[in-house]
């Protein structure tokens, strides 16, 4: 019983440090897939998250300011793909495809040049993002020692729990989220009532990279101490299977990262204590979810205009 | 009114031209960058070009396109039928760990037998692995994008666990399989690589990929096939109306597109690998083979050139830190490149820089509001 609510502890603990960067991400990829533009390029905008969160935090000193500048460094490279997609009318693969090489190219070249090596210094514990509720469970007992591992987490894992209502709200219960669901339905239709296409639709992808970038922040400020190439290494994609798997809407998006968080920590305690060879147990988390797909969710139905430039008439 | 067509007209209009555009702009912005960072343009350059022009160089460059013209060309294929094989990555480490499980366990055939037999499992795999995915589409409905995502994870974890069966892996303390058999090897013979000076792993598996590019333009363009396959790509209930199966047509895409990035998996192997190491992260083959797909048009010949320009990127760039310059320079420039043929829609404009006063003005406006 007591290995249990360990082990079940642990579990718990592993699955929230998973499923936070992933969220982050994924409600960035509702915005702009929800709004009718393809965000493939996720992935690029929270490896320059990642980059540039953790330089701010450790020039800074600040890991707030760290985090944000995080997330502005993912509007940046978002607003580079808004440019080309929402105001050029590119192939919005294309667009993204670009993104996820100049991200990961240009904080990797910038790195080499401040650093003189593809990774950053690490942080110092003060620099990180701050964990709360820590010291307010006994651990020495079993019970405490549950709490503690599922409540003293990362601040960032309690913001981005409330950024899953916020964003609820805002799609579901605000004049602005109706027309960003219609802007990705029926575009031509949004127009004739006067609302602005291109103008949410542009502020939609930068805010996708702006959520992507502190996803990424929180790789490097968070789980881990430092940027290194491999920091984010497809995670940006799996945020955007999270979304599918959720049918484009931020709570199922919620479901889709806590199903795949879940996996990937099932997957920290059986590597430990199966004698289940670690590459088989590592697959655990993407059979599942294809298992999941077929058995309970099935068809997700892309919003209509999804991929499609909307090209203004005159 | 019928303007005469200008030089401008056919710059603006060519979409090889937007192509060749965009190449120069992403050299260009590596070039800013370069400078940014205090380090000589005209050194890097000049490294990158002359590392890719001698006869080693160029050999060198042959040799590390072929798994990106093939793999390109997997991408391109799946693009023109209207599903978007992020799978490859996927499909080529199965085909090359296939051909890596044939090649050391059946070394004892003769060549003439087991390099065949190599790219045909690996096609094989490679295909199975992009038939699941369009099996789940068919049946269930679920979203190729997404199994495509799980499905390259999937592939990478079991190349790792095959890797490590003890009939397969290394001898030695290497984290690897062993070499696969010489019977299983495109190279050329030594004599003929020292000869020439080229390079140590100069293979003839570039005539495989100028073979299969000659073939996938022959099924796109000449078959019934490629029409019915295009026909689903471009409108899948017209093509349906007319009597097109539509989900034989994606499992059948889905199948090609799959061996062909199998292919790739297993002309990596046996031409430049001999041995599949356990990897920490993928690799990126698959991911390269998009980038190649968009330089390239999705035209199979462009993405012949598209491959070796991509190569001679690669294979130059690992050289640009003996002059003190990063590798991902190679990275901003590609992405550069791709980033421009998304919006080369913007090289349109060019044709009103002589004539009609009136709309260069509006169209700079724009480009400089884009901007800001």
Not at chain 2, 234 to 257: M, P
Not at chain 2, 297 to 313: E, M, Q, T
Not at chain 2, 340 to 359: E, G, V
Request: hydrophobic content about 50%; proline content about 3%.
């Amino acid at each position: 019983m007591t290995n249990l609510i360990n082990n079940l502890g642990i579990i718990l603990y592993a699955t929230l440090i998973y499923t936070t960067p992933l969220l982050y991400a994924a409600l960035g990829s509702c915005f702009s897939e929800v709004s009718g533009v393809v965000n493939i390029g996720i992935e690029g905008m929270m490896t320059a998250g990642a980059f540039t969160g953790t330089v701010v935090a450790y020039f800074t000193g600040n890991p707030w300011i760290g985090f944000l500048c995080g997330g502005l460094a993912g509007a940046f490279f978002g607003m580079l793909h808004a440019i080309a997609t929402v105001r050029l009318g590119a192939d919005q693969t294309i667009a993204g495809t670009a993104i996820n090489m100049l991200g990961p190219g240009i904080v990797i070249m910038i790195a080499k040049v401040m650093f003189n090596s593809t990774d950053t210094i690490p942080l110092e514990a003060s620099m990180k993002i701050p964990r709360l509720f820590r010291g307010v469970f006994d651990t020495s007992t079993v019970f405490g020692r549950f709490m503690d591992n599922v409540f003293a987490n990362y601040a960032s894992t309690y913001l981005v729990f409330l950024a899953v209502a916020v964003v609820w709200f805002v799609f579901y219960k605000t004049r602005f989220g109706l027309r960003l669901r219609a802007c990705g339905e029926h575009p031509q239709a949004c127009e004739t009532l006067g609302i602005n296409v291109l103008r949410t639709r542009f502020l939609c992808v930068c805010m996708s990279g702006f959520l992507s970038g502190l996803g990424g922040a929180c790789v490097t400020m968070a789980i881990s101490t430092q940027f290194r190439p491999i920091s984010i290494v497809g995670q940006g994609f799996i945020a955007i299977a999270a979304v599918i798997f959720g049918k484009f809407r931020p709570q199922g998006a919620l479901l889709g990262c806590l199903l795949f968080g879940f996996c990937s920590g099932l997957k920290v305690v059986l590597g430990g204590s199966s004698g289940i060879d670690m590459q088989l147990i590592s697959m655990i988390p993407y059979a599942i979810t294809v298992i999941v797909l077929i058995l309970f969710v099935g068809k997700s139905r892309v919003p209509a205009a999804n991929g499609k430039p909307y090209i203004k008439s005159k | 009114m019928i303007r005469k067509k200008s030089f401008l007209d056919a710059v603006a209009e060519n979409r090889f031209i937007h192509t060749i555009l965009s190449i120069v702009l992403g050299f260009l912005v590596g070039a800013v960058f370069l400078a940014v960072m205090g380090l000589s343009v005209g050194e890097a350059y000049g490294r990158l070009i002359s590392s890719v022009t001698s006869l080693k160089g160029f050999s060198y460059v042959i040799v590390y396109s072929i798994p990106y013209v093939v793999a390109g060309l997997s991408v391109a294929f799946s693009f023109k039928t209207g599903v978007f094989n992020i799978g490859a990555e996927g499909q080529f480490v199965v085909g090359a760990m296939a051909a890596a499980v044939v090649g050391i366990l059946a070394g004892g055939l003769p060549k003439l037998v087991l390099i065949p037999l190599c790219f045909l499992t690996a096609m094989i795999a490679g295909a199975i692995w992009g038939v699941i995915v369009g099996f789940l589409k068919t049946r269930w409905g679920i979203n190729e994008v997404l199994s495509m995502i799980m499905f390259n994870w999937i592939a990478f974890y079991l190349s790792n666990f095959i890797a490590g069966i003890p009939a397969i892996h290394s001898d030695g303390t290497a984290e690897a399989t062993k070499n696969i058999s010489e019977n299983a090897s495109t190279l050329f013979s030594k004599e003929f690589i020292n000869s020439l000076g080229l390079a140590p792993t100069f293979n003839w598996g570039f005539l495989v990929a100028i073979a299969a590019t000659i073939l996938v333009w022959f099924i796109i363009e000449k078959t019934t096939l490629g029409y019915e396959l295009k026909a689903v790509g471009s409108n899948k209930f017209a093509a349906e109306y007319g009597g097109i199966n539509v989900n034989r047509s994606i499992l059948t895409a889905l199948a090609i597109s799959g061996a062909l990035a199998g292919l790739a998996g297993a002309l990596q192997l046996m031409g430049m690998g001999s041995r599949i190491s356990v990897f920490s992260s993928q690799e990126g083959f698959g991911f390269a083979g998009i980038v190649v797909a968009l330089m390239g048009c999705s035209n199979p010949f462009g993405v012949l050139l598209a491959g070796v320009f991509y190569g001679a990127l690669v294979f130059g760039g690992s050289k640009l830190n003996l002059v003190g310059a990063p590798t991902q320079l190679i990275n901003v420039i590609v992405g550069t490149v791709v980033f421009f043929i998304a919006i080369s829609t913007i090289f349109r404009y060019l044709k009103y820089l002589k004539k009609a006063p009136k709309q260069p003005v509006a169209a700079k406006k724009e480009k400089e509001a884009d901007k800001a």
